[in-house]
């Protein structure tokens, strides 16, 4: 083989590798200093700037850019961050050049509100290899599901994934189950639908309603009470009729049966309560802290399916990237096979790499099966959450990219969850409807006093007088002067309450603190993985590049191509999931202090 050089005489598709026995050219031989040659199969990435070659690996690379492009965007409903005065994108750092955590609220920029997605370079993305027509790996291909992208507004969104009306409706055969179209949706979409769809916030809503129904009814005791009662009535006694006969039996001359009369008669009363000792106003001020109890209900729900929803939104993106870096190792494994083969054919590989490559392939194939379940799963979790039809699935448009930044320091943000959290203003709420319940129950013991007026009418038909009227006005006083001592019971049952309801707010307020303090570092820690995970990528993309040049020159070992592309798949996967666990960390931060408290902010 001494001096032979093998230019394309391999199968279709493949390139020869380059080989020379001679001492300049192996003294001399630099993977920087080859060029490029065009091949039937190229292996390119997602991301337009990276070029890989799959196996025409005669030349390096040329100068590769991998920087991600993020668009920073809040994408919560009422939350809104203010604008960063820069605008410059996120780059992809070098190895040796990491910024620090503290270094980093410059690079990054938030973009204003309701920003465009960036097209082309909105995050890095795995090398994916371009297939040839044939499959020669002989492993099937999986059938996947069209999915019909949408640019519908939230609106129209709404209308057309109503849920059935017809709660009580059970499908009858599996046309009524069966998924029929795919439709993918952003994440503010998402909430939308959640905001009309979702049954707990409906139940909510209702509960908020039937408060508001309850302190219109309590208020009504501010008014005096008129009730008005009238009638006529036709009526002859029995008694008339036995003088009558007795009468007639008497004097020895017929009986008559007396006339029946008619009378109408009318009363209205006016009732007003002049004097509680307290209870009218007790059971107002009860009904008011109802209100509020159930509006911050509405508020918290609100607030807690935000956070399902983004946290099921962000899992569902993770399954479509699972699914993708799965296909990406499936086609990066196909063509190390090729790479084997083809060298096995040139007599300078051997079937040890082959089978390498093949189990590698058989393993990379397994899980990507494993990750369309995960796939199919999480769309109908979020599908569930979301309370759509049956026959309709979602999937994710957004793409994968940091959700925003958080500018509050953690003490500021503390102080901002203390102030604006739902569930530390219900435990209030919920102490000052004990309050209220404690002054009624003494105000039993106290006089009450009403003022009562009274009118009548009556008048007897045919009987020749006009009709006659009466009224009367008064005050009345009552007083419980002992009632076994069951309404100082329930004060002191109400102020029990209440010592039970300062206990857990203090306890509430304890886990609001850590709760925000978790979500912060989590934050803080995944912002920094998101630079660390596109450092790795950057390396793992450039390490399988050189272990694929290595072997296909003759001086590496299929094994080294293996691990580089387990590696590149590993940091590929590191790098999604830091960006989704930093949206994670975001989203339950603004959860935590709640969107109100970031739109104050």
Request: overall charge neutral; glycine content about 4%.
């Amino acid at each position: 083989m001494k001096g032979q050089q093998l230019f394309h005489s391999f199968l279709p598709g493949v390139t020869a590798a380059v080989l020379t026995t001679q001492p300049a050219w192996a003294g001399t031989f630099k993977a920087n200093d080859l060029k490029l040659v065009s091949s039937p199969v190229v292996s390119t990435a997602t991301n337009p700037k990276v070029s890989v070659v799959e196996n025409n690996w005669q030349l390096a690379a040329t100068t590769v850019d991998h920087a991600p492009l993020f668009d920073y965007q809040l994408d919560f409903g009422q939350a809104v961050l203010p604008e960063l005065p820069s605008s410059s994108p996120l780059p992809v750092v070098n190895g040796a050049n990491v910024p620090s955590p503290t270094k980093l609220k410059t690079v990054l920029s938030l973009s204003p509100v309701n920003p465009k997605v960036i097209s082309g370079k909105t995050y890095n993305q795995v090398a994916q290899i371009t297939l040839p027509q044939d499959n020669p790996s002989g492993i099937a291909q999986t059938n996947s599901q069209s999915v019909n992208p949408t640019s519908d507004s939230p609106q129209t969104i709404l209308e057309r994934f109503k849920p059935n009306p017809n709660f009580l409706d059970v499908p009858q055969d599996s046309q009524g189950v069966k998924v029929q179209t795919t439709e993918a949706i952003s994440l503010e979409q998402a909430l939308e639908l959640a905001k009309q769809n979702n049954n707990d916030l409906q139940v909510a809503v209702l509960q908020l309603q039937r408060s508001q129904s309850s302190l219109r009814e309590a208020q009504a005791a501010l008014l005096p009470s008129l009730n008005v009662l009238g009638g006529v009535t036709r009526s002859r006694s029995s008694s008339a009729t036995l003088q009558e006969r007795q009468t007639a039996k008497r004097l020895n001359i017929p009986s008559e049966n007396p006339d029946a009369t008619s009378v109408f008669d009318s009363q209205a009363e006016l009732r007003y309560d002049l004097y509680t000792s307290g209870r009218r106003t007790a059971a107002i001020k009860e009904a008011e802290e109802q209100v509020r109890l159930q509006q911050f209900e509405v508020e918290r729900q609100s607030e807690e399916i935000r956070l399902n929803v983004a946290t099921e939104y962000y899992g569902l993106q993770q399954s479509d990237e699972s699914v993708r870096i799965a296909r990406s190792a499936v086609e990066n494994s196909q063509a190390s096979l090729r790479d084997a083969q083809a060298l096995e054919r040139a007599g300078v590989g051997t079937k040890f790499d082959v089978l390498r490559s093949q189990v590698n392939l058989a393993n990379s194939q397994q899980e990507l099966t494993d990750a369309l379940s995960q796939q199919a799963i999480a769309r109908r979790r979020l599908s569930l959450r979301l309370n759509l039809p049956q026959s309709v699935s979602i999937t994710a448009s957004d793409p994968v990219q940091l959700a925003g930044l958080w500018k509050s320091s953690l003490e500021d943000s503390i102080v901002l969850a203390y102030e604006n959290r739902a569930e530390l203003q219900q435990k209030l709420a919920e102490r000052n409807i004990r309050e209220q319940q404690r002054k009624q129950a003494l105000a039993t013991l106290g006089p009450q006093i009403s003022f009562i007026a009274r009118y009548d009418l009556l008048d007897q038909f045919n009987d020749g007088v006009a009709i006659n009227d009466g009224y009367s006005v008064g005050l009345r006083a009552s007083m419980n002067l002992y009632d076994g001592g069951a309404s100082r019971a329930r004060a002191a049952r109400a102020k029990t309450e209440i010592a039970i309801a300062e206990t857990e707010f203090a306890e509430r307020r304890n886990q609001v603190r850590f709760q925000v303090e978790e979500a912060y570092s989590s934050h803080l820690a995944n912002l920094e993985n998101v630079q660390t995970a596109a450092t790795a990528l950057d390396q793992a993309k450039e390490s399988l590049r050189l272990a694929r040049l290595r072997f296909q020159a003759g001086v590496g070992t299929q094994t080294d191509v293996i691990n580089a592309q387990s590696e590149l798949t590993r940091s590929e996967a590191n790098r999604v999931r830091a960006i989704l666990n930093y949206n994670l960390a975001l989203t339950r931060l603004q959860r935590y202090v709640t969107s109100r408290a970031v739109q104050k902010s």
